[in-house]
């Protein structure tokens, strides 16, 4: 089993940073893909990024490119999210997931941080 915890939500106002943080713990691997994804009441859960935690390849949904940035610390199984020029419509529930390389689902979630972006 891996555990993620998220951390760092808040309120923001338009236009300004916010960096969440997942930590794994439990039976973690080098060989997990790390992702977050976002869901706003009603509708469904968006992939915001992933990364791999060997070689740290990365990937970023359209509507994140440029503003978004994924990274992790192996040394404290630790991914972050940095988030730029925030947006209203950046406003919602962030979760940190895992799922081995090579498999499609993700198979561990945390239980996400709320963004609140102020106009």
């Known amino acids: 089993q891996v555990q993620l915890a998220e951390s760092g939500g808040g309120l923001v106002q338009a236009g300004g940073p916010l960096r969440l943080s997942c930590a794994a713990s439990?039976?973690?691997?080098?060989?997990?893909?790390m992702g977050w994804f976002r869901q706003a009441p009603g509708k469904e859960r968006e992939f915001v990024a992933s990364?791999?935690?060997?070689?740290?390849?990365?990937s970023y949904a359209d509507s994140v490119k440029g503003r978004f940035t994924i990274s992790r610390d192996n040394a404290k199984d630790t991914v972050y999210l940095q988030m730029n020029s925030l947006k209203p419509e950046d406003m919602t529930v962030y979760y940190c997931?895992?799922?081995?390389?090579?498999?499609?689902?993700?198979?561990?979630w945390g239980q996400g941080t709320q963004v609140t972006v102020s106009s």
């Open positions: 990364i791999t935690w060997i070689g740290g390849s990365t």
């Open positions: 997931a895992a799922r081995k390389v090579g498999v499609t689902k993700y198979n561990y």
């Open positions: 439990g039976r973690t691997s080098s060989t997990y893909v």
